[in-house]
């Protein structure tokens, strides 16, 4: 463990409940990556004969009304899982974070970005998700798409904020007098500083986008019904819920979990990023 990051480790092993989200989270992302070699059937495998079998030594999450294997199913449905994850943060970021910073640094400019951003917000996130998707069409890169425009606006906000305060910084103003360029502010001196704050909101991001691919999953406009992902799950066993109950506690199980984790590790990080907080730490142990 290099020395950069002991604090980081030392800081989540004195919160265990943090702890437990982090190292739920790490294990999510191995199955994902390892789901060719870690599930016993292929997800997509029929036997009918064992149609809605109850959990066993032989099928450990029981089997669905196609006789697949739940485990399985909810291995790959993590693979998806972290692929939405993934690229929901990737475009909020690469869209929020200019239109933050463009509206901070060039006024008249922001007037108008940061109405757009306001119109979209007053929209429920999955009335807007929903409305995307229709306008789209159904697929993984458009679930993406419409998920990440709903989370672009909180990005976008958060960083108008830092900039606006980044931009009355002393070295900003320095460097601005002295004849350098907006770019190389941007790059040099108000990027490096929004690291932090970026990426609790990332955490926070990517928990979200879990619940809105869910839901679009269930209502059936999120991936197409044939790619196992957890909200598909749903969707398809809803039906067996008083004779087959295991159909929906397994992937709802999921769901919940990797929501609340990601929520507790971006709480830590926030707490463990912010200068008062650690501050607060500092004078505790003096």
Known sequence: MTRSLRPFFDFFASRPVALIGLVYLVVIIVAALGANALVPYPPEQIEPVNRLSPPSWEHWFGTDHFGRDTFSRVIYGSRLALLIGVGVVSFALA???PIGILSALFPRLGRVLMRMVDVMMAFPSLLMALGLIVILGQSVVNAILA?????LTTTARIT???SLRL???TYVEAASSMGASTLWVIRKHMLPN???PLLVQASFVFAFAQLGAASLDFLGLGAPPEIPSWGNMLAESRIYITRAPWLLFYPGLMIVLTAFSL?????ALRDRMDPRF???LGNKGR
């Not at 998920?147 to 989370?151: C, D, K, N």
């Not at 929520?263 to 709480?267: I, K, P, R």
């Open 263 to 267: 929520n507790l590790v971006g709480d």
């Open 278 to 280: 650690r501050e607060m």
């Open 194 to 196: 929004m690291i932090s």
């Open 95 to 97: 869209t929020g974070v």
């Open 167 to 169: 931009r009355e910084e």
């Open 160 to 162: 108008y904020g830092v």
């Open 147 to 151: 998920i990440g425009m709903v989370y």
